[in-house]
Each structure stands twice: as C-alpha cells, then as structure tokens.
C-alpha cells in the first residue's frame, strides 16, 4: 500500500508514468530495429508494457492520462510540423494533384463509410460510430475530428491505432500480392489506409514510396478536419 500510495502522489505520478512511458517505447523501438521480423511493432510492446505496469500498480485509465496528459499536448505542435514535409514536396503535390485528391476523397469516404455500416450493423451507439469514423487519420487529426463531430477522442485513439497496426500488416501483403508498380500507388495505399503506421512501413518499401504516404496522410488529415463539421452533420442522418 504504501508503495501504490507514493507510486499515485500527482508530482510523481506525472514524472514516473511519463518516463515509464517514454522509456517502454524507446526499449520497443530498439528492439523491433534489432529483430525486426521477429518482434511486433513498438507501439504494441510498448503499449502491453504499460498496461501490465498499471495492472500490478493498480492504476486506472484516467490515473494514467492524467498523468501523461502534457504528452498529448504535444500533438498540436506535431500537428503544425506537418506542413513541413507539405511545402517541401509541393512540387510533387502540384504534378499529381488530380490523382491524389481522388485517391484521398475515395479513401475517406470508403472508410467512414463503411465503419458507420458496419457499426449501425452490429447496434453500435451514436457516439461510438461517430469515434470510428475519424479511425483511419494519424492521432492528432482523428482527435481533432473525434471532437468536433461528438465522438469521443480517447476511443478514436485506440482505433486509429489498431487501424494503423492492421493495415500497414494487410497493406504489405497487398503490395507482395497484387501487380501495383506505381510508388504514387504504393506510397498511396500505405498512407491513406494506415496513416502512420503505414507511411513508416512505405519508407521501408521505398523512398518515393515513403514520401508520398507521407503526403497523403497528411492532406488527407487537412482535408477530413476542413469537412469534420460536414462529416458530423452527415453522419447523424443517416
């Protein structure tokens, strides 16, 4: 008791859960560089790790975030970082600018689309529809959007998460299994359907790859915030 109790003072809950944190995914990511076949990605490790660290601790959800919350403050820089890499490729985006704003509104509507299918399918309620519906964004913009249409950011966290460890797993396959030799294409597939996650895996099949997965997951963010107000207002009449 005595240990849980100095464990959940707030100063040192703060300092210990953040590092605990930072620590786990520093460790993840080491590893997976090393054995990279034959370990899973960092973020799942890292995440396994923590939430056996809470368990033992006895330490609940909102104890953590509460904790780590200046970790999620972060995002909002990270989010205006991302017109970086847009300014510095712009002549790329103003050569292909046709094929990937198609390939962005086909890929958002097909993914809202079918969330909100499948979940009014299975007797999902409203506000957890409406958290899905943001799933396939990198984090900073699903929570920007999770927000402004009513769902609830913590869960569309979790399911951009899993979105992005399945689809960067199901987009390699594709690329091994169907005959896409476009890297505008690849870099495309990867980028739009596991955000992320699945731009690091586009670096990995090639450079141009990894740019323009970069690029779309980025105007792709941009694009579904811009209409999020329209993507809410949508969504509660169907």
């Not at 957890?128 to 799933?135: D, V």
Request: hydrophobic share 55%.
């Amino acid at each position: 008791m005595e240990l849980r109790a100095l464990w959940h003072g707030p100063a040192l809950a703060t300092l210990s859960w953040s590092a605990a944190t930072i620590a786990a995914y520093l460790c993840a990511r080491a590893v997976h560089r090393r054995w990279r076949r034959a370990s899973p990605p960092p973020l799942v490790t890292s995440s396994l790790a923590l939430l056996a660290a809470a368990i033992v601790l006895h330490t609940s959800y909102h104890e953590y975030i509460l904790a780590t919350g200046w970790l999620l403050i972060l995002l909002g820089p990270a989010t205006v970082a991302f017109a970086v890499p847009i300014f510095e490729h712009r002549a790329l985006i103003v050569r292909h600018w046709a094929a990937l704003a198609l390939g962005m509104v086909a890929g958002s509507l097909t993914s809202m689309v079918s969330a909100w299918a499948l979940a009014t399918l299975l007797g999902v309620d409203e506000q957890l529809r409406l958290s899905l519906l943001a799933r396939s964004l990198s984090t900073p913009f699903a929570m920007e959007v999770s927000n402004t249409i009513g769902g609830a950011a913590d869960l569309t966290a979790l399911f951009v998460i899993a979105t992005g460890l399945v689809g960067a797993t199901l987009g390699e396959l594709m690329l091994a299994c169907l005959p896409i030799r476009s890297a505008l294409a690849r870099g495309a597939l990867l980028g739009l359907g596991a955000h992320g996650m699945g731009t690091a895996k586009a670096h990995e099949v090639g450079g141009e790859e990894g740019t323009i997965a970069g690029l779309t997951m980025v105007l792709t963010g941009l694009l579904n915030v811009l209409a999020a107000p329209l993507i809410g207002a949508y969504a509660r009449l169907l």
